[in-house]
């Protein structure tokens, strides 16, 4: 009797640790969410390596509250005569040959009722890394932050900036 | 032109032209990369406002279009614009739900040998009107084009059009063609033209049956002229009426006269003035004699107030004699129209404040006698292609037989934008864009041209009018002047302006340009001739009681009836939103025992209708009140001598059926009981401040919002309420919920009748209270107060309880009791800066906290504080009168803080202690 008691407690113990584990990493997978990208777009060589400033793509980001992803023409500008042959550009004059817009994953994104401004947040010099991590040393971008309003607020009452509710909510 | 112009052109009026539609479903969770990046100024997110010119009604007001990333999400009137100067009404409003009408015309059709319609490509269609055209020529039969009333270039193109193709063009057609008014001046002065009434010049305005603020001309124009005019201290507003309308009721006194006696007020007033000596006598013979006794027993006025009436017209410095409408409306229409002209000659207002030259450019109008031609001519097989829009399928008297007759055509081809009965009588469907989808101009009145310009790109495969005549035009191979009609308006433009007007058109919108004057001359003779033909009919005769149709301030003349969101706005005198009604004077209603909503049946000769009734206060007990596109089968006889539709039916019997109808009846009661909202004469005093106080003081740093609504300025035209919904996405729930008091506006407005029957209007709407009664019930939080004022509701937190709606005192607070769905396209619609509210949910009114945070934004930017009249909301923007004005209490040198510290400042149940920020501004 006592026996099976104990037997029942250590598997009962490591059921749980290893249900709890499970349960982090499947949370993990949702959280660091990631995602495969019609073209396999390094952001490590563009911010990373060439250290291209983040509004030379995207280019909305300190005008309005879209940062804006960069329009092909705009990729082009480059890359008609750079790295031309490789796989992923001639994916990339493709598109831009046919007028077929990309259709990026989403990554980041905020439910509907939240009023959100990247500008904003730029003039309150807040790092883009601050959200987006270090994306400069990402070969596949992924989420880091929740994004969630506990993680926005934290922040917004570190920083002393308004935490109304009509701040963000619409 | 050279093409060099042409690009320098559109260069000029194409600057952040049309983003590329993106939003398809694909994108849902996608990012969609430009091609190339959009034009300099337009930013991903943010929005875009371009002019355009309102197509509604013929008054063409200035429109402001905000267009967010390819999509039309509001319409506003263009501050500055010299018809609306800002406000829109709600007619104005609602024309975004012309444009994604669900059922929207969306590619040409074509009718088939089983009477169904199937699609067929542009090229198909162009070549079957050409062949049509061709053939009708062979076979000797006339081809026409039938139009509503056009202006601008596009005139100018059915001009050539018809030239060119030999087609006849008939008159335009508009149901309220002011026919009578026009003959009348142009028997007169010589100018068959509507003048430009300047009300604002007035210090004593005499209206008889002109219904300015619902449909008569302009009505935005006019109720913006009325607010300037009413500033001035001295300006006097006589209304006169058989019946009872919204522009009766914000008169400063409101005379009832029986129903066609406007002739014999008309004539005791010119006799009573004949001593100004300014008419030849010759035409004041030809004038009916009439003594102030005989008329005061015609009209049913009393006699010392018409004796009353003459002499403030006699001592005013700058009088204005309005005359139209119902007053015209009438066999006796034509004598009334010519009276007025002459009484207006008499009093030295023709040519100040009755403008012809800058005339409403009504000249190529016509009267329902041409509709009749018409029909004659369907009738004898003598029309080959008809080209029309669908508006006189539509509103033809049913007397006409049109609809029946015109089948008779050898092809009928409609220009038309929605797929609705009208459009199914013809047999070939070209599907016209909406104005803000188009090229054009328009030229609402003499020495204004207003620009239209597509602020996106056509939902449709469909074309503008003037694409679609140049479209026949060149397949009928006649060479014109520009490939499209973009390119014909550039032409037009660039031979008649400069650059500097182009430039100036492209950016405000409109041009003002110069006009010549008109020479007026009395034709005393021809004048005299026309009066002496009119006898003068011994009208009281006709047996009471009248049922008199009215215009209606919701559909115009019933050509915005199938707008969901006019259904959905109540009507202002009545407050009954879906469904048809028929006004009573409560007099009858007691005399034959009805209560609202009991089902009255009324007949005239063979044809009768049952209506649910409405109670009317202050409606004379012989008159009886539809709205006419309401009941549009009444056989309604045509005036032989204007061509003017007779709007009243003599004689009509009545008989109560017992049953009663439902009607959604929006307003609570038509009498305030007693609990001063409005006060006149009761107003409960504000509670003295050591009372004992439930609530916590609010501190306030920077902002308070605060709105002040001035209700001598308050017309009760619902434009702000249409605005509101369509800024907020406010849904339109239909007649169901309506029945069962679930209606969703966040904003209302409330009509109040006094004993004597005078009404007064109070737009309601949530009062921000500082002492807030919906917080503290809320138990999670929903409703809260924020640092700046505002009386705030978390959607997100919201359960549904309802407890804060209980316990509002002024019921403005909306619950969600479905989720309501927009029927595609009209989600396209909605304003993104704000959320959809979910089923469950309680809503109310934000003070427009969407337009507060982008008026911070941009002064976050410019590192200053927000100014005065930065924020504006969207009640406020669309007002016509500028009756609600918004901003921050704390400021001082604010509009808001000196209008609510005003004398005549006071609250809405300040007895209450709830506190609220709106301030309203009593009359007088």
């Known amino acids: 009797m006592y026996r099976l008691l104990l037997n029942l407690g250590i598997v009962g113990y490591f059921g749980l640790f290893l249900l709890v584990t499970g349960g982090l990493a499947a949370y993990w997978a949702i959280y660091q969410q990631t995602a495969e990208q019609p073209i396999a777009f390094p952001h490590r060589v563009h911010a990373g390596q060439l250290q291209l400033p983040c509004n030379f793509c995207h280019r909305y980001v300190e005008q309005a509250r879209q940062a804006g992803i960069p329009s092909l023409s705009r990729c082009m500008d480059c890359h008609r005569s750079i790295a031309t042959e490789r796989s992923e550009i001639k994916k990339l004059t493709r598109y831009f040959e046919a007028g077929q817009p990309v259709y990026w994953e989403r990554l980041h994104q905020l439910p509907d009722f939240i009023y959100f401004s990247h500008k904003r947040h730029i003039k309150g010099e807040i790092p883009c890394a601050a959200c987006h991590g270090e994306v400069t040393r990402m070969e596949v971008v992924r989420r880091v932050r929740s994004l969630e309003m506990g993680w926005c607020l934290a922040c917004h009452r570190e920083r002393g900036a308004a935490t109304d509710c009509t701040t963000c909510h619409k | 032109m050279e093409r060099r112009d042409f690009l320098q052109l559109l260069g000029i009026f194409s600057g952040a032209a049309i983003l590329p539609g993106c939003g398809d479903k694909r994108s849902a969770g996608k990012l969609v990369s430009y091609l190339v990046p959009p034009d300099e100024g337009v930013l991903p997110g943010e929005a875009l406002y371009l002019p355009s010119t309102c197509g509604e009604c013929p008054a063409g007001c200035g429109l402001t279009v905000r267009v967010r990333e390819g999509r039309a999400v509001k319409l506003e009137g263009r501050p500055g614009h010299p018809i609306n100067d800002g406000g829109l009404c709600m007619r104005g409003q609602a024309a975004l739900w012309r444009l994604y009408h669900p059922k929207r015309l969306q590619r040409p059709m074509l009718r088939d040998a089983e009477g169904q319609y199937q699609p067929i490509s542009w090229d198909e269609a162009l070549s079957l009107v050409v062949e049509g055209l061709r053939q009708a020529r062979q076979q000797g039969r006339a081809n026409l084009l039938l139009s509503g009333r056009t202006t601008g270039t596009l005139a100018e193109l059915q001009r050539r059009f018809c030239r060119q193709l030999e087609v006849e063009q008939l008159p335009q057609f508009e149901i309220f063609s002011h026919a009578a008014l026009r003959r009348a001046y142009g028997t007169l002065f010589g100018q068959a033209e509507l003048p430009h009434y300047r009300i604002d010049r007035a210090d004593l ?58 002739a014999a007020l008309l004539s005791f007033l010119l006799r009573w003035n004949d001593s100004k000596g300014r008419l030849p006598t010759q035409l004041m013979a030809a004038v009916p004699a009439a003594s102030a006794t005989e008329t005061a027993r015609i009209t049913g006025l009393p006699q010392e107030r018409l004796e009353q009436l003459a002499e403030q017209l006699r001592l005013a410095e700058r009088p204005l004699l309005i005359v139209g409408g119902i007053a015209t409306a009438q066999a006796q229409g034509l004598q009334v129209a010519l009276l007025a002209g002459l009484l207006q000659q008499q009093l030295g207002m023709v040519g100040e404040l009755v403008d012809f030259a800058r005339a409403e450019g009504y000249g190529s109008v016509g009267s329902l006698h041409d509709l009749e031609r018409l029909a004659e001519r369907l009738e004898q097989d003598r029309v080959g292609v008809l080209i029309s829009d669908a508006a006189p399928l539509a509103q033809a008297p049913g007397t006409l037989e049109l609809k029946r007759k015109i089948k008779r055509a050898g092809l009928r081809v409609g220009l038309c934008e929605l797929f609705d009965d009208a459009a199914q009588q013809f047999d070939l469907l070209l599907p016209i864009s ?278 001598e300025l308050c017309i009760g035209c619902g434009a702000c309420a249409a605005a509101c919904y369509a800024e907020n996405n406010v849904p339109v729930v239909g007649r169901q919920d309506h029945l069962q008091g679930r209606e969703m506006s966040w904003l209302r407005i409330e009509p109040f009748y006094d004993d004597a029957g005078r009404a007064s209007f109070i737009p309601m709407l949530c009062q921000h209270c500082h002492n807030a009664p919906c917080e503290p019930v809320c138990p999670v939080y929903a409703a809260y107060h924020n640092a700046e004022g505002l009386n705030v509701q978390v959607y997100q937190r919201c359960v549904g309880t309802r407890y804060c709606s209980n316990n509002c005192p002024y019921k403005v607070r909306r619950f969600n009791w479905w989720q309501h769905r927009w029927q595609a396209p009209l989600e396209q619609m909605h304003n993104p800066d704000l959320s959809l509210r979910d089923r469950g949910i309680m809503e109310k009114c934000t003070f427009c906290v969407q337009r507060i945070r982008q008026a911070r934004d941009r002064a976050q930017d410019e590192q200053r504080p927000i100014e005065d009249g930065e924020v504006l909301t969207a009640c406020g923007q669309s007002c016509p009168t500028g009756a609600i004005v918004f901003g921050n209490l704390l400021d001082e040198s604010s509009t808001v803080y000196r209008l609510a510290h005003s004398k005549r400042a006071y609250r809405v149940f300040a007895d209450l202690g709830t506190e609220p920020s709106i301030y309203y501004l009593r009359k007088g």
């Open chain 2, 205 to 262: 305005l005499l209206s008889l049956g002109a219904d300015l603020f619902e449909t008569f001309v302009s009505p935005v124009d006019y109720a913006r002229q009325f607010s300037r005019a009413i500033k001035q201290d001295d300006f006097q507003w006589i209304h006169v009426e058989p019946h009872y309308s919204l522009t009766g009721a914000n008169a400063s006194e409101r005379l009832v006269l029986s129903p066609g006696s406007e």
């Open chain 2, 434 to 711: 909406h104005p803000i989808e188009s090229w054009g101009d328009a030229a609402p009145r003499r020495g204004l041209l207003s620009l239209l310009k597509p602020a996106i790109a056509p939902l449709y495969d469909s074309r503008s009018a003037g694409e679609v005549l140049l479209g026949i035009m060149h397949r009928s191979g006649k060479e014109e002047p520009g490939q499209t009609y973009q390119e014909y308006l550039f032409n037009a433009w660039h031979r008649r302006f400069d650059q500097q007007q182009l430039r100036q058109f492209s950016e405000q919108g409109f041009l003002t340009l110069p006009v010549a004057a008109v020479p007026l001359r009395l034709k005393a003779e021809p004048a005299a001739r026309q009066l002496a033909v009119e006898e003068v009919a011994e009208v009281v005769s006709a047996a009471a009681p009248h049922l008199i149709l009215t215009p209606s301030i919701r559909s115009f003349d019933g050509r915005s009836s199938d707008l969901p969101l006019l259904s959905e706005l109540p009507d202002p005198l009545s407050s009954v939103s879906y469904g048809r009604w028929l006004s009573i004077a409560p007099a009858t209603a007691q005399q034959l025992q009805l209560q609202d909503r009991d089902l009255l049946r009324v007949s005239v000769g063979n044809w009768s209708a049952e209506l649910p009734v409405r109670l009317q206060p202050g409606l004379a007990a012989s008159v009886l009140m539809v709205q006419g596109d309401l009941l549009s089968e009444a056989p309604l006889p045509i005036d032989s001598r204007s061509g003017e539709l007779i709007r009243r039916l003599d004689g009509v019997r009545l008989e109560k059926l017992g049953d009663a109808a439902e009607l959604p009846i929006l307003s609570g009661s038509s009498s305030q009981q007693g609990r001063g909202l409005i006060p006149d004469p009761v107003h409960t005093e504000e509670p003295s401040p050591d009372e004992t106080r439930f609530y916590r003081a609010h501190p306030h740093k920077d902002y308070r919002w605060a709105m002040a609504i001035n209700l």
